[in-house]
Structures are given as structure tokens and as C-alpha cells.
């Protein structure tokens, strides 16, 4: 008789901890995956529809100074292309090289569907702008600044955009205020 209730127990228990586990993945299921993109390189695309406002992923890296950053990279590698992200009063960034999250395959777009919000934390979130259809490659405005002054022709050299927008800057650098 032991035994019965041993047995009935277990399996109850894996049932139950089946059961959690099915509703657990399925509630915290990513809303999207990362894979090629015909933007650039790897990008992240929604596995199902994204409503607007949805807070989808944090740009995650190790804060680093842009001293430590120039250090680490002191030319842009695939050319001038980083994991870097500039938080808080501008002396320090994220690089997502080391302890990044899946956003930093996030592409750059003209005409993007998400936007990067800072809280008060000086955490970075990647938040829909708009809904977003099943299928559909995630993207931001990186909004790149650069101190030094350079040609347009440089700007699209150095810094291009692929982003295939009906009003591409051509360059991920971001307009001038």
C-alpha cells in the first residue's frame, strides 16, 4: 500500500510540475527570436503579433566608460560597427559584447516600429512604438552621434544604413537639432 501511494504521489507531483512548467513557458515565451535579417547581419523578429507600448527587452552589457569603450575598441570593428549604448549623463555606455541581451541584434531603421527608453535607473528598455505584425523584424533609430564633423559621403561610408525605408537617411547618424 506504501508503494500505491508513493506512485500516486510522484505522479501527481510531475503532473503538477509538468503543468507549471507548460504555463510557465508559455506565459514568459519571448515575443520574438533572433535570426538573419536582410537589414543587416542578425536581427530580431516577432513570433507573434507585439501591441504597441509593450516593453519587449532590455539592452543589457557591462557599464563601461567611453574611455574603457575607446580602450576596448579603438576602431569600430565590421567597420564601425559596436555593441555600445550610451546611458545616463553621456560618460558612461553598455557594452553588450560582454553581458548583452538580444537586443542588441536589434537593427537600425529610418522608420522604426520600437524606441529605447531610459527609466530612471539609467536601464535601457526596447518598447514597440507601434503594433507589430507576426513576422516582423524588430527596429530602432539609433540616433548615432559623432563629434567630429564629417562628409555626408563619409557618414553613409563609415556609418551606413540598409534599412530600405521610402525616406532613408542613409546613415544610421542621427539628425542634427
Not at 503543468?19 to 513570433?47: D, L, N
Not at 566608460?65 to 560618460?91: I, M, N, Q
Not at 518598447?127 to 530602432?140: C, F, M, P, Q, S
Not at 563609415?158 to 537617411?169: E, F, N, S, V
Request: charged share 35%.
Amino acid at each position: 500500500m506504501p508503494n500505491k501511494k508513493s506512485t500516486t504521489k510522484k505522479s501527481t507531483v510531475r503532473k503538477s510540475v509538468e503543468q507549471r512548467t507548460a504555463k510557465k513557458s508559455t506565459a514568459t515565451s519571448p515575443a520574438f527570436r533572433v535570426r538573419q535579417s536582410a537589414i543587416h547581419g542578425r536581427g530580431v523578429f516577432a513570433v507573434k503579433k507585439i501591441r504597441k507600448g509593450a516593453r519587449l527587452v532590455e539592452y543589457k552589457g557591462e557599464r563601461i566608460t567611453w574611455e574603457e569603450a575607446e580602450r576596448r575598441y579603438p576602431k569600430d570593428p565590421v567597420p564601425y560597427h559596436t555593441f555600445l549604448f550610451e546611458v545616463g549623463d553621456g560618460s558612461q555606455c553598455l557594452d553588450a559584447v560582454r553581458r548583452g541581451s538580444s537586443a542588441k541584434w536589434i537593427n537600425h531603421a529610418c522608420k522604426p516600429n520600437c524606441e529605447a527608453e531610459e527609466d530612471e535607473d539609467e536601464r535601457v528598455f526596447i518598447v514597440a512604438r507601434r503594433d507589430i505584425a507576426e513576422g516582423e523584424e524588430l527596429t530602432y533609430d539609433y540616433n548615432l552621434t559623432f563629434e567630429e564633423r564629417i562628409s555626408k559621403a563619409e557618414q553613409k561610408r563609415r556609418y551606413p544604413c540598409w534599412c530600405g525605408a521610402k525616406k532613408c537617411r542613409g546613415t544610421m547618424l542621427g539628425l542634427k537639432k
